[in-house]
Structures are given as structure tokens and as C-alpha cells.
């Protein structure tokens, strides 16, 4: 008992597993230990309030309500929402995670019953920590929490959904390739009401270490309506259906979920304001995926070695590209002019959207090109000026401005109830980016000189309070401005001759 390693799991193992994860601020905040896994929930936060949290399972990251986790999980159960005939009553969730696609099925006014599907009970008793008990998801009276493996209740259960969602932990988890394979895909179709619908997370390997398509290939022989959708750069979904005919039109999409109180405020929260950037999250119907397959063998429960590039390859070809290992194939899939191209040719996309949204939506591939960008390459104003100047002039949305500055709602929210006269400057810098993102010029240029006279020392802050002086019609203040020192990175040389070019603004000095 003397030489008992005590304390060496918290002082040093739990550390180095969460030290991947660790880069942003983020500090564990509770652990759990249970037969089978060792759960740490991780907060990033400012002012003392959390921003995010993720849940890092083993020490893999496998869930958090990040803005990108939190769009494509919302998106699991709003696309369905906005393009099912008729409304979504009965719904399944595979895999509870952190609770974010079971908070968007709970905001459904249309869903009466709501079955959570999660094995393991120190996953679901983590979201403790996450919510409070009025927005808990599990605790809406429609919820019924199941602790069971996901196939096992798909295999016995004797309900059909309207809908069945399901983000199992990544395929090379130990344990989770059969939930990937083509006779658990069959499980999902069999427990399909008629035109039921299905969505499913499709982890994309960042460093080739298996092959998505084999699971597209199982899913598609399954589904035939298969359709693909661009969730968060690396994290695309797997749509198909039980015989669904045309769902709603533009009209009533718009007037009956984004007036919603809570659908809404949780659609405009990951990026989609309007319909139509739902749509411009498209990247493939099913001819496309069959030939992004071309010569792949399914994944099976018999052959689940088919998933990885070692060993025998998929559909026996040691040559074949794939996404995980061909960096030029992944920015063809989720290259937002090509994927408006097939948009624009589906005929999935016409079985489905009115003509009228089809049209309307085909500009919003551009700003989808957008968001690809800042999720993969980060916000940085300076360098992106070019595209924050075009969404600010020629769109009326916030979110991606906002991103494109390096904010979200989640900051905004905390910077809404704090001071920001606090020392700093954080808070009034960050009401400028809100202001800037909502065409409030002048009030912009107002809270980023207060936070350059607190002392926020972020590089964007002067030259952002110069763009807010000339976007206010404030040139002579904005050129006097500009004659102070500023730095030598090559995002504010692109800046200032941007400027320059466009408003006519000079830097004449540089630190």
C-alpha cells in the first residue's frame, strides 16, 4: 500500500490523455470512471462562463458543443424537419453523446415521443454538468432514455420512427465498426415508418487512417435515395429514406420553423438564417455516390477489415483513391461550386425542393465555399477582408460575418451580460465584432476604440475600427487612423492595400 501509485491517474494520466485538447484554454471539469471507459468532460470558457464542452471518451474526442459539433448535429434532425412530408412525430437518437442532436429533436413541437438510445451511463450522466434541469434534454417528458448498445434496441424494438439519427463514436472505435456496416443500415430502414428518414454521422478520416466509402457504398446499398450533406468540413451526413415522396415548399419552411422561438434561435445559431443555406450543405445524391464507390466492396459484419487502407483494400484495388488518403479527392467532394453544380442536375434535389427554393438556394453555395474556409483555415479578418466586405454589402447575414471575425453566439451571449468598460477591452471588442456583423458601423468604431484605450492588444482591433470609420462614412477620421503604426504580418499587408484600392485609406507608417 506504501508504493501504491496513488494520485497517478489524476496528477499525470488524465492529463497527458487530455493534452490533445488542451491548445484553446479548455480544463476537464469532471471525470468519470465506468466498466468500460473513462469519460473526462473538458469547458472552454471566458469571463469565467463556458463557451463550449466536449466530451473526451478514452482519450478520444468524441463530442462537444462547439459550433462546429453543434451544426451538424442540429443538422441530423433539421434537415429531416424541413424536408419530411408532413411533420417528424416519432424519433430515434443512436448515440447520446453530449445531448446536442437530442436538443434539437426536443425543440421539434411536432415530435410526441422521443427515444434516446446511449450505452454507456456515465456518457448520459456527464450532461449533468452540461445543462441545467429546465434545458435538459432528457429531462422533456417526451424522452424516453434507453441504456442499451444502439443495434441491440434497433434489432428487438417493434416502433417505427419518423425518424432515425444516429453518431455512433468513430469506426475504428473498438466495438463501433458494426455500426457502420450494411446489415445495421438494414436495422435502420426495417424500423422506418413509410417515408421515414434517416441521418447518419459520416466521420471523414483526417490523415487517411480508413475509408469512408466502404460505409457510403453499405449505406446506399441500403438506402437508394442515398444522399450526402456537408455537416462541418470533416463531419458530412449520410441521408436516405423509406419511400419518401416531396416534402414542404419554400414558403411554409420558412414561416413555420425560423419564426419558431427556439427552432429558430438554434437554426441562426449554427449558421442557417434562411432555408436555403440548408440546402447549400448538398454534396451528393445517389449517381455521385455511386461514383465516388466505383469498385468498393460494402462494409459487412463479415467483413469489417474493409473499412481500413492496410490489408486487403477496398474492392481489391491496392491504387484506389480515397478520401482519406487524397487530399485533392476530399476538396472535390466538398468543393461548394462543384457541389452546385450537382445541386443544380439532381434529380433528388427536384423530387424534393419546390423549384423556387431550388433556385433561390443555388447563390448560397458561395457563402457554403465560406464556411468551409473558416472552419478548416480559421477566422482571421484581416486576411478575409475581401469576402467579410462582400457578405457585409451584399447579404443580409450575421452569423458568417460574425465567424468570419472570429465570434459566435456563444461569446456574444457572455459579452452581452458583462461590462465592457472591464479592463482589457475584451468585452468591448467583442460588442464591436457584433455591431460590425449587424451593420452598426459607427457603433462599431465606438466599442473597438474602447477597447484599443482598455489595452486589447489583438492585431484586427485598429485596422476593424478603420474598415467600421469608412463603412460609416467616416473617411477623414478613418485616414487619420490609419497613419498610426500597424504590423508587418502579410494578412494586414493584404488589408491595407485593400484598403487602399477600395476606400482610398493609406497606412503611411507600420511598426
Known sequence: MVRFPFGLMNGSYFGHAVAPYSADGSRVVATREGTTETVFLMEQSWLDEPVYHRLVTNG???????????RYMRSFVYWPMLLHRGEL??????CYGIGVTAGAAVSLESARSIDVVEISPDVIAMSDRVYSQDAHPLRDPRVRTHVEDGRVFLATTTQRFDLITGEPPPPLTPGAVNLYTREYFQ????????????????PVARHGEYDVAPIIRAFCDIFADCSL????????????????RPGTAAAEVSATHWAHPVTG?????????????VGATFLGDAPFL??????????????PQRLMRTGRPAGGNPQRRFIGNDPELFREVIDAGRARDRFARSLFVDARFSQRLKQDTLPYFEQQDLVNHVMLAGADPLRDITQLHELLTRTDLRRLPLWLLGSNDAVQRIAERADDDQPGGAVAFANGLRALAIRNYRGAATSLAKAERLGFAEPSVRPLRVYALCMAGDLDAARHLAAGP??????????????????????TSSS
Not at 478520444?60 to 453543434?70: D, I, K, N, Q
Open 290 to 303: 455511386d461514383t465516388l464507390t466505383t469498385g468498393v466492396d460494402a462494409l459487412t459484419d463479415d467483413y
Open 187 to 202: 436495422l435502420m430502414y426495417d424500423r422506418l415508418a413509410d417515408e421515414g428518414l434517416a441521418t447518419y454521422w459520416l
Open 486 to 507: 500597424h504590423g508587418h504580418s502579410a494578412a494586414e499587408q493584404r488589408f491595407w492595400a485593400w484598403m487602399t484600392a477600395t476606400f482610398n485609406v493609406v497606412s
Open 229 to 244: 450533406w456537408n455537416g462541418a468540413l470533416f463531419d458530412w451526413m449520410l441521408v436516405g429514406s423509406r419511400s419518401a
Open 89 to 94: 412525430e416519432r424519433v430515434l437518437v443512436i
Open 265 to 277: 434561435r438554434l437554426l441562426r445559431e449554427v449558421g442557417f438564417e434562411v432555408p436555403e443555406q
Open 60 to 70: 478520444f474526442s468524441m463530442t462537444g458543443t462547439h459550433l462546429s459539433g453543434a
